[in-house]
């Protein structure tokens, strides 16, 4: 059974560049988060998709979008790229349909570096 | 809203005890705990509920006080495999979304 498996492992871009980072979640999984994991931080929540839809928003500007597939698969684009925006963003599945208290499992993340 | 661990470093000896506390500002509905290693993924090691709600997963147990909005991580006789950065996650009443703390570094040595 595969886990939650996320493309690329590692991207260069360049500021002002738009990027899209991929998330296959664990099996039997329907709910996918987005968080971007500074050095030495703590992961940030970006947001969370269910149903295809965009559940629930953190603290992150509009050039941060996402999307999610029939499959369960997400995408998270981002926009513009600024020297911030070097990361590492982690994609976490779980299944929970509308209950919140349920074990999510990480991807081994997207090394985002921006030049 | 992000909620605040202690330590936010601990050196331990093959066998010691250790205990990572989380606390929250804001009425918590679930404390989730997680364990990353360095260039890892966070893996989850237990969700807890309830006030009072105690789980223990191996040597490591936790323990979650909803009327004071903290959380307990035990860890027991710490082995080398304990080592890591061990992340509170927080979900408060009226959201998905879970909310980290900064972490705490744990380095267990022989």
Redesign the interface.
Do not use: C, H, I, M
């Given at each position: 059974d595969a886990g939650?498996t996320q493309s690329p492992t590692h991207l260069i871009k360049t500021r002002g560049q738009q990027v899209t980072l991929r998330c296959s979640p664990k099996s039997g999984h329907d709910t996918v988060?987005w968080?971007q994991q500074a050095l030495?931080?703590?992961?940030?929540?970006i947001f969370?998709y269910?149903e295809e839809e965009e559940?629930?928003r953190?603290n992150f500007p509009d050039r941060f979008s996402g999307h999610q597939f029939p499959n369960y698969s997400s995408e998270l684009n981002v926009n513009a790229l600024l020297l911030g925006d070097s990361a590492l963003y982690?994609c976490a599945s779980s299944s929970n349909r509308m209950k919140?208290?349920?074990?999510?499992?990480?991807?081994?993340?997207t090394r985002l570096t921006v030049v | 809203q992000q909620p605040v661990q202690s330590p936010q470093a601990v050196i331990l000896r093959e066998g010691e005890d250790a205990v990572i506390n989380c606390s929250s500002s804001k009425a918590l509905y679930s404390v989730h705990w997680y364990r990353q290693k360095h260039g890892e993924a966070p893996v989850f090691l237990m969700i807890l509920l309830k006030g009072g709600e105690q789980k223990g997963h191996d040597k490591i147990s936790a323990s979650f006080n909803e009327k004071k909005q903290q959380s307990s991580l035990y860890l027991t006789a710490s082995q080398l495999s304990y080592s890591g950065t061990y992340f509170c996650g927080t979900e408060n009443f009226g959201g998905f979304k879970t909310i980290f703390g900064a972490g705490t570094r744990l380095f267990v040595k022989a």
């Open positions: 939650v988060s968080y030495g931080q703590g992961p940030q929540f969370q269910y559940r629930q953190g982690l919140k208290n349920t074990e999510a499992f990480f991807g081994q993340g | -």
